[in-house]
């Protein structure tokens, strides 16, 4: 039988494609799960971005962290101003929005380095109050980072050599490894939206209720302002 060999790959692909649509897999996942570094042997895509993990599927892990109560947020950044620092406000904002909107508590430990992967130089923490922001040391910002009855949603400096970014998922909380800086809104929104479906409309709204006060006090200026 010449083509026992082809009859054998097309039964192979069949009970594949079959398994695919019992289980609901796409094709990505099959590949990311069977190529994936041995680290995650845990993973899932979505909308092009990689969740993985080393205990459970992400999907099975982020319903459980969405229902804690406590969040530490920990973005990093550099020391000054500069666009990959703009870029991590935006998804700190996006995160406080939505835990926010869900009634969690939040503390920010922004950790400051003098360059990508160089030293780190000390936090910045509200302390849970977001009234106050605060310098500690990288010791004192390590204490409030070791806080196991809160889930830590970490974000690292970009890393070019990835070939796509990716979420790292566990029972302790989120680590988001960008490939380029503007990538940090971006998933970090998906993120928020794995946590919570309603996170578009949560961040949605908040961005409508800034805007229109944004107008509304343009508004009174002209108003105000001498003919």
């Known amino acids: 039988m010449r083509h026992a060999p082809l009859y054998s790959l097309f039964a ?14 796409s094709p990505q996942d099959v590949w990311n ?10 993973t899932e895509t979505q909308q092009g971005i990689l969740f993985a993990s080393k205990e ?22 550099l020391e000054g101003s500069s666009s990959f620092n703009s870029q991590v406000a935006e998804a700190l904002i996006q995160q406080q929005i939505v835990l926010t909107g869900h009634q969690k508590v939040t503390r920010t430990v922004y950790r400051v380095y003098d360059t990508p992967g160089g030293k780190w ?24 980072l070791d806080s196991p009855n809160s889930i830590t949603l970490r974000i690292e400096f970009p890393d070019a050599s990835r ?44 961005n409508k209720v800034i805007a229109d006060s944004g107008n509304a006090a343009l508004g009174d200026s002209n108003q105000s302002a001498p003919n």
């Open 56 to 77: 459970a599927l992400p999907s099975q892990i982020l319903p459980v962290l969405a229902q804690k109560d406590s969040f530490v947020l920990s973005p990093i950044g």
């Open 33 to 42: 799960r069977l190529f994936s570094p041995a680290s995650y042997p845990y």
């Open 12 to 25: 192979f692909l069949f009970i594949v494609s079959l398994y695919l649509a019992l289980n609901q897999t």
């Open 121 to 144: 130089l000390n936090c910045q923490t509200d302390y849970g109050t977001a009234k106050e922001n605060a310098v500690i040391s990288v010791g004192e910002c390590m204490t409030l």
């Open 163 to 206: 070939a796509q970014p990716l979420v790292e998922v566990s029972t302790q909380g989120v680590i988001l490894y960008p490939v380029n800086e503007n990538d940090v809104p971006g998933v970090n929104f998906l993120l928020m939206r794995a946590l919570y479906a309603d996170a578009p409309q949560l961040i949605g709204l908040t």
